[in-house]
Nanobody
Framework: QVQLVESGGGLVQPGGSLRLTCASS????????IGWFRQAPGKEREGVAC?????????YYEDSAKVRFTISRDNAENTVYLQMNSLKPEDTAVYYC??????????????????WGQGTQVTVSA
């Protein structure tokens, strides 16, 4: 059974940093596309940063996340991270990691991801 468990969320001041962690069991993350998504109150879920398999190093970043966020994968630990720097109040949301087992998928399109974690709250506020 696949489980994705996020951690690392919390309250941080604007300009601060957080590192989110997604630990996987049941799947080797290096074989699948993995990504971070977020959903703010009243807004649709959006892809923030996504990776293809370990054989393809290409990554996708949502425009506001470029430069500030970095997604990385530790295959030995079966873990994916999202380093978030220079956080802004508009980054406040529940952050989810998700995995796609689909053969054909669009990178960071949430409908193409079929396993999801429970989410971790990130709040950026003074």
């Amino acid at each position: 059974q696949v489980q994705l468990v996020e951690s690392g969320g919390g309250l941080v001041q604007p300009g601060g940093s957080l590192r989110l962690t997604c630990a996987s069991s049941g799947f080797s993350l290096n074989h699948y596309a993995i990504g971070w998504f977020r959903q703010a109150p009243g807004k649709e879920r959006e892809g923030v940063a996504c990776l293809r398999t370990s054989h393809d190093s290409s990554a996708y970043y949502e425009d506001s996340a470029k430069v500030r966020f970095t997604i990385s994968r530790d295959n030995a630990e079966n873990t994916v991270y999202l380093q978030m720097n220079s956080l802004k109040p508009e980054d406040t949301a529940v952050y989810y990691c998700a995995l796609s087992t689909m053969i054909q998928f669009k990178l960071c399109a949430s409908d193409d991801y079929d396993y999801w974690g429970q989410g971790t709250q990130v709040t950026v506020s003074a």
